[in-house]
Nanobody, 120 residues
Framework: VQLQAFGGGLVQAGDSLRLSCTASGITFSTHLMGWFRQAPGKEREFVAA??????????YYSDSVKGRFAVSTDNARNTVYLQMNSLKPEDTAVYYC????????????WGQGTQVTVSS
């Protein structure tokens, strides 16, 4: 299993950015796909997730990003996206994508992370 996240960068407050995570070795029909982030000196935190299990499309968001971020998948490309709008300096972090197998209670697979820096 491989997850590769990319698309991070340096942007200004209020800008938008889209992160991508390509997955190999898993399918979205059997895995919950999540985005997490870790800012310097802070613990990793949940950002968003999407379940395409059993053909559904159910997104989940943390309160801090709800209304600004949107998670989606492209099944043909086996890619999950995180569209980030109205970025704030507090969104600065390394962003990770992760996959959780159906029936599991934690994420088993993690990507390498991509840096997002939002300047004020």
């Amino acid at each position: 299993v491989q997850l590769q996240a990319f698309g991070g960068g340096l942007v200004q407050a209020g800008d938008s950015l889209r992160l991508s995570c390509t997955a190999s070795g898993i399918t979205f029909s059997t895995h919950l796909m999540g985005w997490f982030r870790q800012a310097p000196g802070k613990e990793r935190e949940f950002v968003a997730a999407i379940s395409r299990i059993r053909g559904g499309s159910n997104p989940y968001y943390s309160d801090s990003v709800k209304g600004r971020f949107a998670v989606s998948t492209d099944n043909a490309r086996n890619t999950v996206y995180l569209q980030m709008n109205s970025l704030k300096p507090e969104d600065t972090a390394v962003y990770y994508c992760a996959a959780q197998r159906l029936g599991a209670n934690q994420y088993q697979f993690w990507g390498q992370g991509t840096q997002v820096t939002v300047s004020s």
